[in-house]
T-cell receptor, first 117, second 110 residues
Framework: ETGVTQSPTHLIKTRGQQVTLRCSSQ?????VSWYQQALGQGPQFIFQ???????GRGNFPPRFSGLQFPNYSSELNVNALELDDSALYLC????????????????FGPGTRLTVT | QKEVEQNSGPLSVPEGAIASLNCTYS??????FFWYRQYSGKSPELIMS????GDKEDGRFTAQLNKASQYVSLLIRDSQPSDSATYLC??????????FGAGTRLTVKP
């Protein structure tokens, strides 16, 4: 158990709808990163939040957005859902990056399985 | 060329043997390297981190890093059936982006 929690565990949505996923970070961690993992692939970085601001973003369209709250918890919002958005969404918490290309260990929550029909 | 490459496997070893997992990366700026284990249907679990060239040992696991060759490996000694999982190599890029390989599926046969 890492102490990182995510909700909900599973979710089924219809194409075109919007979804919000939630994450609570491990105690002492102020940085949250979100990943999308399709079946049979490694996790893909969506974005990272530190001090309530986006601190890095992967190659995902703007309909993927996020928030971080003062208690370091975070939300991932996806608008206009597409069938290809069906995946396991992972949240990971850590201490903030040390410098460019140099980061602390990230600890993952259990994930949210999103199915878009 | 993919940023982080791993042999997809499956890699099969007998119980008690050494399992060797390899990973190469393309971004020379990267300074942080991680190995995660992922059981089917579960989230990735951190096994080890390595930041400097050379070996780092933790129990039955040894991570090896060679920045000049852009190569990271994980050795699992005395492999157990419970080690059967997918092993993910992860590398931190310049924009805080942690890039993962597709993973190597390991099976340890009793």
């Amino acid at each position: 158990e890492t102490g990182v929690t995510q909700s909900p565990t599973h979710l089924i949505k219809t194409r075109g709808q919007q979804v919000t996923l939630r994450c609570s970070s491990q105690s002492g961690h102020n940085t949250v990163s979100w990943y999308q993992q399709a079946l049979g692939q490694g996790p893909q970085f969506i974005f990272q939040y530190y001090r309530e601001e986006e601190n890095g973003r992967g190659n995902f369209p703007p309909r993927f957005s996020g928030l971080q709250f003062p208690n370091y918890s975070s939300e991932l919002n996806v608008n206009a859902l597409e069938l290809d958005d069906s995946a396991l969404y992972l949240c990971a918490s850590s201490l903030p990056p040390i410098s460019s290309g140099h980061s602390y260990e990230q600890y993952f929550g259990p994930g949210t399985r999103l199915t878009v029909t | 060329q993919k940023e982080v490459e791993q042999n997809s496997g499956p890699l099969s070893v007998p119980e008690g043997a050494i399992a060797s997992l390899n990973c190469t990366y393309s971004d020379r700026v990267s300074q942080s390297f991680f190995w995660y284990r992922q059981y089917s249907g579960k989230s990735p679990e951190l096994i080890m981190s390595i930041y400097s060239n050379g070996d780092k040992e933790d129990g039955r696991f040894t991570a090896q890093l060679n920045k000049a060759s852009q190569y990271v490996s994980l050795l699992i000694r005395d492999s157990q059936p419970s080690d059967s999982a997918t092993y993910l190599c992860a590398v931190t890029q310049a924009n805080n982006d942690m890039r993962f390989g597709a993973g190597t599926r390991l099976t340890v046969k009793p």
